[in-house]
């Protein structure tokens, strides 16, 4: 055998195993994807059932808040309260008694507060022992009335209640009570006005129990769930125990299967160290399942969400088998049909050679076809363009948006497929892929009205992708009244080779409907901003505008300091809510006329602290909570309530707690006059380094006195909103 053809066939075999480790990488990235989509199916289901047990626990809160905010009921308990304490002036309490029990045997058979009434009937003289109900108790832990189904208070119950602090609600974990039933429990502090307004007293608790019955293990149950080994259960941590909260699938009952803690196999042990994360081990049963986890808030419990591997993956398997057969088919015959060209190659079979040689186009006009429809299945466009930006090669979707047959595709330019603005476009960031060579991810905002063969154009896949990402102010878009669309293009620099003209790989994205969702929540937001602030300006007529003013002045110094944008907008959003504390004020204090006293200011200074918490389900773009939060902090650590000092406090905290001064010091009031700009000036000098930063201090005096700040503040004594 001659050397040549010794080199040749050693070719072939490096060929065929790359080729082999290509297929064979394709598979395992398919594989990959098919376990990701997996994790997002497992994680909505996951949601879905976290989201109604949490509902379920709020609707027996909300039950419960609402009896113990009921006046009547405070009013009722107060008046037992008094007589407590002088039943030498009161001896009959048999009224409020009796309306008490009235009130919680109503809450009781509304809320599901009641006992299932199981097992033998007992005679007609004996009382069943009840399981679930309510129970107003003394702030000592004294029992004051009960509706009819409330057990005794067990040992268990009164470590339950010594342990919870006489102020704070209280959680009894589910359980098994006397009875073995399944059983939750929740305890409320009953607070009432104390005598002159000076505060809330805890007057009473309530004890709630109710069993965990078919509507609290109900919500564990996906509607419409198709999988055959799909489970949904709850567990909880127990020192070195794992329990099962809930039924399981293999008929065990709740609360009646538990496991040691540890096994690092064990996905329930996975689910407890990293809730909310994807998990891949045994379950319970020793079976392996693919799970993901949810913790409950304000309970122990995690959720998780299992499913068989085998089913999970038969699809995905069977698909991956078929796909890695017909790639193996088509290499080896590629492999085949070389290898046979190669023994009949002499010049006397030149013919026969050539007829091989079609066979072999065949063949592979036959893989192209079959790379075609893997790249037709992708939910968004992809193109591959020459250096000359023409392309030359669009997928089925490419040509479906653009109404252009795809065979006429090739070979067209940009601009022709496009359109004059975004094909020049991305014929420039096609141009830089290729001289760079670098991976291009690029964000574009058109204003100009595509053609309605584009709208829509192209559907959304991330990427993760180590590369270049451009912003679009690199590229200003032209101010149009026309719609905006948003779109994402990724351009990958292609090997370069005499193989194939392409040189980037180009796909597409459109971001318009998430960038419009955003924007959405903004306006929400803004708009929650104004009824609040109108909301505080109502109830403190005195001080109307100030939070206008404020934020307005907070966004001068901001700006001065060169802040960033989200910086610049958080310090304005927070000079709009520096007073939404007002709200808990009552309105006598915020409009009396003439200076607090001790007790108000105190009132009106807690009110003003607690503001942020009154936001914090509110999501804001910056850290405009944590901002109002440190307002009170001073640059020497003297301020409260954390303490913070210089730079561990928020730029953006400083700044509108100067403006807030600031705003303070020249407006007017009922009590006072304002001072002068000059005045004002002189005070916030001399907290600056100690109170303030003096960065701070110092932009805000560079805006009044350099930048016409003077002149255009002139109106603040009146009151009068400025832009």
């Avoid at 268990?156 to 102020?167: K, M, R, S, V």
């Avoid at 359980?175 to 805890?202: C, F, I, M, N, Y």
């Amino acid at each position: 055998m001659s050397r040549r053809l010794l080199v040749a066939l050693a070719a072939l075999v490096v060929v065929f195993l790359a080729a082999l480790a290509g297929v064979f990488a394709f598979a395992q990235q398919e594989y990959a994807r098919d376990q990701q989509q997996l994790r997002w199916r497992l994680s909505m289901v996951a949601d879905s059932r976290a989201q109604a047990l949490e509902h379920w626990l709020d609707q027996q809160r909300a039950v419960l808040l609402g009896l113990v905010n009921n006046e009547s009921l405070q009013v009722y308990l107060s008046v037992l309260r008094m007589q407590a304490e002088a039943p030498e002036r009161h001896t009959d309490n048999g009224e409020e008694l009796s309306f008490l029990r009235t009130l919680l045997e109503v809450t009781a058979q509304r809320g599901g507060f009641v006992s299932r009434v199981e097992g033998s009937p007992v005679p007609a003289n004996v009382r069943r022992l009840g399981l679930a109900g309510l129970a107003l108790l003394a702030p000592d832990g004294g029992g004051l009335v009960a509706s009819s189904g409330m057990p005794p208070i067990s040992a268990e119950l009164a470590a339950f209640i010594a342990e919870t602090p006489l102020t704070e609600p209280g959680f009894l974990d589910l359980r098994r009570d006397a009875q073995g039933q399944l059983a939750l429990g929740w305890l409320l502090p009953v607070l009432s006005e104390q005598v002159r307004g000076q505060g809330t007293t805890v007057v009473a608790r309530l004890l709630a129990l109710r069993p965990a019955d078919t509507a609290f293990f109900a919500t564990l149950k996906q509607p419409g769930q198709t999988s055959a080994t799909a489970e949904t259960y709850l567990i909880r941590q127990n020192g070195n125990t794992l329990e099962f909260l809930s039924p399981l699938a293999n008929g065990t009952s709740a609360l009646s299967h538990r496991l040691a803690v540890g096994d690092e196999g064990s996905v329930e042990t996975a689910a407890l160290r990293k809730p909310g994360a994807f998990h891949s081990g045994l379950d319970y049963s020793a079976t392996p399942v693919f799970a993901v986890s949810r913790q409950i808030p304000g309970t122990p419990w995690v959720l998780v969400h299992q499913v068989d591997q085998e089913e999970a993956l038969a699809q995905s398997n069977r698909r991956l088998i078929t796909l890695i057969s017909v790639m193996l088919a088509l290499l080896i015959g590629f492999v085949a049909i070389i290898l046979f060209a190669w023994r009949y190659g002499s010049s006397a079979r030149i013919e026969q050679v050539a007829r091989q040689y079609q066979a072999s186009s065949q063949r592979f006009e036959a893989l192209s076809r079959f790379l075609d429809a893997v790249s037709d299945t992708q939910p968004h466009a992809v193109f591959a363009t020459d250096a000359q930006s023409r392309l030359t090669f669009a997928n089925r979707r490419t040509s479906e948006l653009t109404g252009i047959p795809r065979p006429e595709l090739t070979g067209r330019s940009l601009i022709g497929v496009l359109g004059q603005e975004r094909g020049r476009f991305y014929q420039a960031l096609i141009q830089r892929t290729y001289e760079q060579q670098q991976e291009l991810i690029v964000t574009r905002h058109f204003h100009s009205l595509p053609d309605q063969s584009l709208l829509g154009l192209f559907g959304f896949s991330p990427s993760t992708a180590q590369s270049q990402a451009l912003d679009a102010a690199d590229h200003p878009a032209p101010s149009f009244e026309d719609s905006e669309h948003v779109w994402r293009s990724n351009h990958y620099p292609l090997p370069r080779g005499t193989l194939h003209a392409a040189v980037v790989l180009t796909t597409i994205e459109d971001l318009t409907e998430l960038t419009e969702e955003r924007r959405r929540r903004e306006r929400n937001t803004l708009q929650l901003i104004d009824t609040l602030v109108g909301l505080m300006d109502e109830r403190d007529p005195n001080s109307a505008n100030q939070s206008l003013f404020v934020a307005l002045v907070a966004r001068e110094i901001a700006t001065e300091l060169a802040l960033s944008s989200l910086l610049i907008k958080t310090a304005e959003q927070a000079g709009r809510l520096v007073n939404i504390g007002k709200i808990r004020v009552p309105s006598d204090v915020l409009t009396k006329q003439g200076p607090l006293n001790e007790a108000e200011r105190a009132l009106v200074q807690d009110a003003l602290d607690q503001g942020p918490s009154l936001l914090k389900h509110l999501e804001f773009e910056g850290p405009v909570i944590e901002t109002l939060t440190q307002i009170n902090e001073h640059w020497d650590g003297g301020g409260r309530p954390l303490g913070l000092a210089g730079e561990s406090i928020l730029p953006t905290a400083q700044i509108v707690a100067v403006a807030n001064t600031f705003v303070a010091l020249i407006s007017a009031r009922a009590f006072r006059v304002g001072q002068s700009f000059q005045q004002a000036e002189s005070e916030l000098l001399a907290d600056a380094g100690r109170r303030f930063d003096r960065r701070v201090v110092l932009s805000l005096l560079n805006f009044l006195n350099n930048k016409g700040g003077r002149a255009r503040w002139a109106t603040m004594a009146q009151d009068e909103p400025w832009s």
